[in-house]
């Protein structure tokens, strides 16, 4: 199974097309401020993690025991890395740590942000209001990537915050062509068009279920050394 692939399913060329808008707005009128939200399992992480990869954008994953400090120093020392701005990574207050941040990304104008599991966020308003500030001082484009509840949890925590973000994007289940289109490019054992139908129907629509099957089809295909996988190959 090719790895690292980060097939253009529906939700990937959606999402791109959010961050595009993003990209292009008015940076005097608007500020780059957009969430990606939805259900587990639905390829968020997995894409907010590849195209940062791949297009040099600055990722972090927040963790339940992120503080704003913490934060303060991961953000930092992620910018100081992209930019190669030096070993040397300053520290200090939080306060201190969030101006130099403001420094950085001001000195790399087109900067882009992306804050997964942004959700952990919600307990610390000033790690929040950090956020917004980045976007507030700068041009720069954070992405917050939550769960499905995020945009719900975000309006009812600050409503002004909610209004300052200018993209939404929800994750939806992926259809039978997105699953086609996985096959397509990842497996890499010959199969019928009945197995996009198994995986399709066994994944209900989840991602991560998917890849599961997909692994599962082409192991057997190998074991098996099957020269296509059919339908009748695979467990009921």
Partial sequence: MKQGT???????????????????????EMVGLGLLYGKPGLGKTTYASRMAFSKGYVYLRLEATTTPKSFATDLLTALYKRFGMGEYIPYGTANNLYKHCIVAIEANPGTIIIIDEIDYAFRHPQLLGSIRDIVDQTTAVVILVGMQNAKDRLNQIN?????????????????KQDIAQLCKEILEVPFSPEVIDYIHFHSCGNLRKAMKLIYSVEEMGFQKQLSQVNQTDLPR
């Fill in 6 to 28: 980060l097939v253009r399913t529906l939700n990937v060329i959606a999402a791109d097309k959010h961050i595009e808008y993003l990209l292009n707005r008015p940076k005097m």
């Fill in 159 to 175: 409503e002004y915050y909610f209004d300052r973000c200018n993209m939404f994007y929800e994750f939806q289940s992926l259809a």
